[in-house]
């Protein structure tokens, strides 16, 4: 029997099969993905086979070669990663200037970590609602400098509404994965999305300007009855706990460059075919910064991820 994970609660992962049924599975034995070291080797979106038992539960026996899929480093195991979800056809990823402030570095390395598994991303800049004017100024050159660089970018508030008829089509027959920072708001956005999800949400930490988990497993929700026109294709919507860090995972240094659009542009003038972009001579990338072509969080970003290859560090802060 084959189905879908819609579900993932840690050891217990929900299937929906081929037949409209949802069975509860566990994994059968010491299964592991070849080549892949993950704390969860079945994520949701990912296509499995499975065997009903007697009381109604599942084993997952196998699973289908995967379309894509976005990682990240464990934050507590340096060694192994964290797949956010499988089998997408887009990435939201929600980010706010305050409230709580997300950095450019956490945005670069999902970006990044997205390209490198091609999976298209849209910047969702929550809560405009709460900006005052020099938020809004800062929050419409963040957008101005992604748009710049190739990334579609939505001001949105999740509370009121604003920008979501933009949204909704976007969605329209499409696999989703939503993700980002928490506190930033993504519980209350499918709250409004889909107003049957009852997601849970939770206030902003004042001290700290930091978010609280709120969403403790990731969840393949359906669109379908809240989109309209109807799709021939299902729309999904897969959300996923707020993470605070963002650990790149199995990049090496040299494909870094690819990773970044305005960066890759540029190195192909470099002298060097095997430029690492921090000190050579004749360094297109050097010259097209300090032109201002390509921007200095942007760099940034980029070293800090040379760096992690170097030191095998991960930064929470990103």
């Not at 050891?11 to 081929?18: L, N």
């Not at 997952?60 to 997408?88: C, G, M, P």
């Amino acid at each position: 029997m084959k189905g879908l994970v819609v579900k993932n609660t840690g050891s217990w992962y929900t299937v929906q099969t081929d037949d409209g049924r949802l069975i509860e599975s566990k994994i059968k034995g010491n299964f592991r993905l070849k080549g892949i070291r993950s704390t969860n080797p079945v994520a949701v979106g990912d296509r499995v086979e499975l065997v009903v038992n007697q009381e109604g539960t599942a084993f997952i026996t196998s699973i289908e070669d995967r379309r894509n899929y976005i990682i990240r480093k464990s934050q507590n195991l340096s060694k192994q990663s964290h797949i956010l979800a499988a089998n997408v056809d887009q990435a939201f990823l929600v980010v706010t200037v305050n409230r709580p402030q997300t950095s450019t570095t956490f945005i670069d390395r999902f970006l990044a970590s997205a390209e490198a598994y091609r999976v298209p991303v849209y910047l969702l800049f929550n809560k405009t609602d709460l900006l005052d004017d020099d938020e809004l100024r800062y929050q419409e050159a963040m957008v101005n400098l992604y748009e710049t660089v190739g990334y579609e970018c939505l001001q949105v508030s999740a509370v009121t509404g604003l920008g979501l008829d933009q949204l909704r089509p976007l969605l329209q027959g499409k696999v989703t994965l939503l993700s980002g920072n928490s506190g930033v708001g993504k519980s209350t956005l499918i709250n409004r999305l889909v107003p049957d999800a009852n997601q849970r949400t939770a206030e902003i930490s004042d001290a700290h300007n930091t978010g609280m988990h709120t969403t403790t497993f990731s969840e393949m929700i359906s669109l379908d009855s809240h989109l309209s026109p109807l799709s021939s294709s299902p729309s999904y919507l897969i959300d996923t706990p707020g993470i605070k860090g963002f650990g790149t995972f199995d990049m090496e240094p040299e494909e870094l460059t690819s990773y970044f659009k305005e960066i890759f542009h540029f190195s192909k003038e470099c002298r060097f075919s095997n430029c690492t972009h921090t000190h050579e001579p004749g360094c297109a990338v050097l010259k097209a910064l300090d032109e201002h072509y390509i921007a200095a969080s942007r760099y940034q970003s980029y070293l800090s991820m040379l760096d992690d290859k170097e030191d095998g560090k991960y930064r929470e802060a990103y």
